[in-house]
T-cell receptor, first 113, second 113 residues
Framework: EAGVTQSPTHLIKTRGQQATLRCSPI?????VYWYQQALGLGLQFLLW???????NRGNFPPRFSGRQFPNYSSELNVNALELEDSALYLC????????????FGQGTRLTVV | GENVEQHPSTLSVQEGDSAVIKCTYS??????FPWYKQELGKGPQLIID?????GEKKDQRIAVTLNKTAKHFSLHITETQPEDSAVYFC????????????FGKGTKLSVKP
């Protein structure tokens, strides 16, 4: 069974540009979570999608947004990139409400220059 | 808001010894406490979790204990093996499904053969 897959693995953008990160959950999982893992800051919760709807959001500015598609895959968009947005962005999925994020992908390393 | 402190930041043990990682949390309403293992180049993987209605949970060589009064929980790994070497994260939330897990900063465990 395929795990959570994320693309691209690496992304380099210039300050002010937009970045789009993609995530495919494990087959059958309806919930997708996004986390930011910045150096020295640990994992920070960004967004939770379930059944196509945004269910919860972490303490990030509105330029961090996303969506979940009918096939449960998800996209994270970061507008007006800042240098501090450089981090590993992790996507996770789970199969049932109350289960929480169980399986994480390998992440997208975003570098803003 | 919730704050999770994790100690130690690094831990080195000899193969076969036990390893203990401790976390404290601040929000008395937190009721879900998962632990994740992150190997080099991979995303975190849920290894065990505990809910506030349980004091201890075991899964083979791994156990987690929870002290709600003191607001701390610990991960215990017995008979450590080199493949246990990784970064371990604790987390806490009021409800696992909401995704808003607050993570500790991580513990880098090294098991020496």
């Amino acid at each position: 069974e395929a795990g959570v897959t994320q693309s691209p693995t690496h992304l380099i953008k210039t300050r002010g540009q937009q970045a789009t990160l993609r995530c495919s959950p494990i087959s059958g999982h309806t919930s997708v979570y996004w986390y930011q893992q910045a150096l020295g800051l640990g994992l920070q919760f960004l967004l939770w999608y379930d059944e196509g709807e945004e269910r919860n959001r972490g303490n990030f500015p509105p330029r961090f947004s996303g969506r979940q598609f009918p096939n449960y895959s998800s996209e994270l968009n970061v507008n007006a990139l800042e240098l501090e947005d450089s981090a590993l962005y992790l996507c996770a999925s789970s199969s049932a409400p109350g289960a929480g994020p169980a399986f994480f992908g390998q992440g997208t390393r975003l570098t803003v220059v | 808001g919730e704050n999770v402190e994790q100690h130690p930041s690094t831990l080195s043990v000899q193969e076969g010894d036990s390893a203990v990682i401790k976390c404290t949390y601040s929000d008395s309403a937190s009721n879900y406490f998962p632990w994740y293992k992150q190997e080099l180049g991979k995303g975190p993987q849920l290894i065990i979790d505990i809910r506030s209605n349980v004091g201890e949970k075991k899964d083979q060589r791994i156990a987690v204990t929870l002290n709600k009064t003191a607001k701390h929980f610990s991960l215990h790994i017995t008979e450590t093996q080199p493949e246990d070497s990784a970064v371990y994260f604790c987390a806490a939330s009021r409800g696992g499904s909401q995704g808003n897990l607050i993570f500790g900063k991580g513990t880098k465990l090294s098991v020496k053969p």
